[in-house]
């Protein structure tokens, strides 16, 4: 659909990754609103776990040609009861785990892209990390689009977040996304095989489930303007070179 917030497709920003060894990724992260969602009841927690996620959708495209769809679910802990905290998505070859702060990808299988949804589930991907030039929505802290920890290796990854967020009654903010796609495929390998750690923000409504689509009529002007100017210029550049 075309909604008042196709100017902010423009949207971008550059993190410069790097992780203990030599390799080092430039992630590309940019931002479509798309289909914008609202939540009546906001921001509960900043606090997600990967037991939380349970239900999330998981597309994994291969470099071979190949696909799967995925369905996160809780991990098991060692006596066979569901975790509390740990959560995944996984299939022959690919491995793709969250416990409160860290998402581990384990792949013997190269990975050309993977899609994460949230949609119809109590979380959502909060992408700003401080000093970034971006509004904020109200109740949330600092955000992390994806940040590399270990595992990084040559060449770009592409990081595209899509259906906005924004809070009913506080509609400012462009920070709140339910969908998430990492791109491998500009990484010098032509896609990832390895193990990866990697942060990518959650953020928790305070009532799971309360998202209803929003419509451009009801976008208030003075709310709706701010969102516009935020997506016209190229959002904070952060660089750091991969240690030698």
Request: glycine share 12%; proline share 3%; charged share 15%.
């Given at each position: 659909m075309?909604n008042y917030f ?7 920003f550059v993190i ?7 390799a ?7 931002a479509?609103p798309?289909?914008?969602y ?5 921001i ?8 939380s996620?349970?239900?999330?959708s998981v ?6 040609g190949?696909?799967?769809?995925l ?7 060692a006596?066979?009861t569901p975790?509390?905290?740990h ?7 690919f491995?793709?785990s969250?416990?409160?702060w860290e ?5 013997t299988r ?9 949609l ?9 990390s ?9 109740g949330t802290?600092?955000g ?9 290796q ?9 259906n906005?967020?924004l ?6 903010g462009n920070d ?8 491998f495929?500009?990484?010098d ?6 193990r990866m750690?990697f942060?990518?923000?959650l ?7 309360d ?24 959002m ?6 991969a240690k030698?």
């Amino acid at each position: 659909m075309t909604n008042y917030f196709g100017v902010a497709k423009a949207t971008a920003f550059v993190i410069c990754a790097f992780a203990s060894g030599a390799a080092a990724s430039t992630v590309n992260v940019s931002a479509d609103p798309g289909q914008v969602y609202v939540t009546e009841n906001g921001i509960g927690s900043s606090s997600v776990s990967g037991a939380s996620l349970a239900g999330m959708s998981v597309d994994v495209t291969y470099t071979d040609g190949g696909a799967e769809s995925l369905t996160w679910e809780r991990a098991l802990t060692a006596s066979g009861t569901p975790s509390n905290s740990h959560g995944a998505a996984t299939s022959d070859g690919f491995d793709l785990s969250l416990g409160w702060w860290e998402f581990t990808l384990e792949a013997t299988r190269s990975v050309s892209s993977i899609s994460m949804s949230t949609l119809g589930l109590g979380a959502m991907f909060d992408i700003y990390s401080v000093g970034d030039d971006h509004i904020d929505t109200p109740g949330t802290s600092r955000g992390v689009a994806m940040r590399v920890i270990e595992g990084d290796q040559d060449g770009d990854i592409g990081v595209t977040f899509a259906n906005q967020v924004l809070v009913r009654d506080h509609m400012v903010g462009n920070d709140l996304f339910t969908d998430m796609t990492i791109d491998f495929s500009d990484l010098d390998a032509g896609g990832f095989e390895g193990r990866m750690r990697f942060v990518s923000d959650l953020d928790e409504f305070a009532v799971a489930g309360d998202l209803t689509p929003l419509s451009v009529s009801e976008v208030p002007l003075p709310a709706g303007l701010p969102l516009l100017l935020g997506g016209l210029g190229v959002m904070g550049l952060m660089r750091r070179r991969a240690k030698a």
